[in-house]
């Protein structure tokens, strides 16, 4: 069974355009987390939350907005796409709160391209 | 000074030999320290969290120099399957409270 799961894997798009992906664990885990990695590699937490609720909001462009229906589900929606958002976007999950945290679990990753 | 800092390499090691590599970080009153290791196109996953005493998992060992303000980690023996990047993690602190290191790309060559 998929631990942390997201969809799409791949995600190709035009600038100007919306869209969301999603992110579901089933470790029972009661933080949950996106990541940006972007072409160099660097990979930066945008957000957290736990049981539903944000705790951690870096700084992000507000066309980015997370939104978690359940502390299984952590979905990040992108609103007026920009050709620097194209990067891999990472889930994770960890079964401690706040800001310091035990073992993170990654998801898979999506591969967002804006062209 | 960056928060987290790591030689991005490659480091290119021949099979078998030890290689080791370091994680500056600049915020006195971090508190958590980990390893990840990420493979081409794929996710971090966890390789050792950091104790103050050190600690070692087979042939990786991994240290703490907080008057330094760096983590190590050395592998022994190196294997072709641990070509990766090596990401270290810093948790506590920092503005973030938790960064990753942009990683170290090591090569392991039969």
């Known amino acids: 069974d998929t631990a942390v799961s997201q969809t799409p894997k791949y995600l190709v798009t035009q600038m100007g355009n919306d869209k969301s992906i999603k992110c579901e664990q089933n470790?029972?885990?009661?933080?949950m987390y996106w990541y940006k990695q972007d072409s160099k590699k660097f990979l930066k937490i945008m957000f957290s939350?736990?049981?539903?609720?944000?705790?951690i909001n870096e700084t992000v462009p507000n066309r980015f907005s997370p939104k978690s229906p359940d502390k299984a589900h952590l979905n990040l929606h992108i609103n007026s796409l920009e050709l620097g958002d194209s990067a891999v976007y990472f889930c994770?999950?960890?079964?401690?709160?706040?800001?310091?945290?035990?073992?993170?679990?990654f998801g898979p990753g999506t591969r967002l391209t804006v062209l | 000074r960056k928060e987290v800092e790591q030689d991005p390499g490659p480091f290119n090691v021949p099979e078998g030999a030890t290689v080791a590599f370091n994680c500056t970080y600049s915020?006195?009153?971090?508190?958590?320290f980990f390893w990840y290791r990420q493979d081409c196109r794929k996710e971090p996953k966890l390789l050792m969290s950091?104790?103050?005493s050190g600690n070692e998992d087979g042939r990786f060992t991994a240290q703490l120099n907080r008057a330094s303000q760096y983590i190590s980690l050395l592998i022994r023996d190196s294997k072709l399957s641990d070509s990766a990047t090596y990401l270290c993690?810093?948790?506590?602190?920092?503005?973030?409270?938790?960064?990753f290191g942009k990683g170290t790309h090591l090569i392991i060559q039969p």
């Open positions: 950091v104790y103050s």
């Open positions: 994770a999950s960890s079964p401690t709160s706040g800001m310091y945290t035990d073992t993170q679990y």
């Open positions: 993690v810093v948790i506590g602190g920092g503005a973030d409270g938790l960064t």
């Open positions: 470790l029972g885990h009661d933080t």
């Open positions: 939350y736990n049981n539903k609720e944000l705790i």
């Open positions: 915020n006195s009153a971090s508190q958590s």
